[in-house]
């Protein structure tokens, strides 16, 4: 069975720092390719940064240079450093996914940029 839990959210001021986890269960993170996804107040859904197997990343641009992803493979663990954090990245931030042709996201944590 497949399972995403996030941790690691919280109230942040403009300009520090977080780190999400992504705990994975039931996927071989040597293989899987694992997301980052927001959703920020009333909007949709947004793509934020994904880690593929090989080592290759893709990034949104409005994270580029502050957002970085990283996995521990032993661990089953990949992780959101986020820097120099904004207001616009408030939201809530959800680990996602696909495996054998099925989608699968974890619950989220919230993340607050806020003075």
């Known amino acids: 069975q497949v399972r995403l839990v996030e941790s690691g959210g919280g109230l942040v001021q403009p300009g520090e720092s977080l780190r999400l986890s992504c705990k994975t269960s039931?996927?071989?993170?040597?293989?899987?390719?694992v997301d980052w996804y927001r959703q920020p107040p009333e909007k949709q859904r947004e793509f934020v940064i994904s880690s593929r197997s090989n080592g290759d990343a893709q990034y949104a641009d409005s994270v580029k240079g502050r957002f970085t992803i990283s996995r521990d493979n032993s661990r089953n663990m990949v992780y959101l450093q986020m820097n120099s954090l904004q207001p616009e990245d408030t939201g809530v931030y959800h680990c996602h996914t696909t495996f054998r042709g099925n989608d699968f996201w974890g619950r989220g944590t919230q993340v607050t940029v806020s003075s």
């Open positions: 039931g996927i071989n993170l040597r293989i899987n390719t």
